[in-house]
């Protein structure tokens, strides 16, 4: 469809208003205008949220509030936000981490959006706009479903892990600037070496991504040896639907998922 029309609204409220009369909302275009250069954009008009206020970072009493228009950049170089560095760095090049917004990482195709992973592990709750008002969600819910027609993200907030609390690991092609072949993200607690609670998310291994909740059940109360993370790991195939595409094949990722689970937590 070709584009008509590409509003920069100066505010969230005229985004929601434009948003409302069908727009197609824009972050920094790294998802977006490809899909408008090759025609298969489904919408007439573009929303961009460049001006809107929404890129702002916020870490105040162990909780951070990311606006949806921040770049991964910032996300990277922000000083409260050190736990995410090392994810923020295997994601594509700095080039687009300029440009790729945190909402936008939310809405991207696996096996990008790594980010995304990692919010989900984080529990994030999604702030969101639209025609009936503000309303929050669990970024599980977004991820999942998306949001209404008209509705956009303003905002994501955590919790910040406490210190070694905090896991990651990507396994790709390449060292750096490549997409994920399996995505490991998690905040796991441990009392005397055994494991109290865990959050454990993964990419790269399904349409969207997902919590390993068998691997979470099979973890609980048990040690972090590399045995029980096998365990774990093999447990946590039954969570995910691998998919072909140019970076593995579906029965790789299957394969190697329980390797780069144990690689998370023994680096």
């Avoid at 929303?47 to 162990?62: K, M, T």
């Avoid at 969600?137 to 209404?148: I, T």
């Amino acid at each position: 469809m070709m584009i008509q029309a590409v509003h920069v609204p100066e505010s969230a409220a005229a985004v929601a208003a434009h948003s409302a009369r069908g727009g197609w909302i824009m972050g920094g275009g790294t998802v977006v205008m490809p899909l408008v250069n090759s025609g298969a954009a489904t919408g007439s008009e573009l929303i961009s949220l460049r001006r809107a206020g929404l890129a702002g970072i916020e870490v105040r009493d162990g909780v951070a509030r990311i606006g949806a228009a921040a770049p991964l950049s910032s996300v990277e170089e922000h000083p409260g936000l050190g736990f995410l560095r090392p994810a923020m760095r295997t994601i594509a090049s700095p080039t687009i981490r300029n440009l790729a917004t945190v909402g936008g990482n939310l809405f991207v195709a696996q096996p990008y959006g790594d980010l995304a992973v990692c919010l989900l592990a984080l529990d994030a709750l999604c702030e969101i706009a639209g025609p009936g008002g503000r309303r929050d969600a669990p970024v599980a819910d977004v991820l999942a479903s998306g949001v209404a027609g008209g509705e956009f993200v303003t905002a994501v907030v955590v919790t910040l892990p406490e210190p070694g609390t905090w896991y990651y690991h990507k396994a790709m092609r390449r060292r750096l600037n490549s997409a994920s072949i399996v995505t490991v993200a998690s905040v796991t607690r441990t009392e005397d070496g055994v494991v109290t609670s865990t959050r454990i998310a993964l990419g790269g291994v399904a349409p969207r991504p997902v919590r390993a909740v068998s691997a979470e059940r099979l973890l609980r109360d048990r040690p972090l040896s590399p045995e029980v993370l096998t365990e774990a790991g093999e447990a946590a195939r039954s969570d995910t639907a691998p998919f072909d595409d140019a970076y593995a094949s579906a029965w790789y990722r299957a394969r190697v998922l329980p390797v780069h689970l144990r690689r998370a937590f023994t680096g």
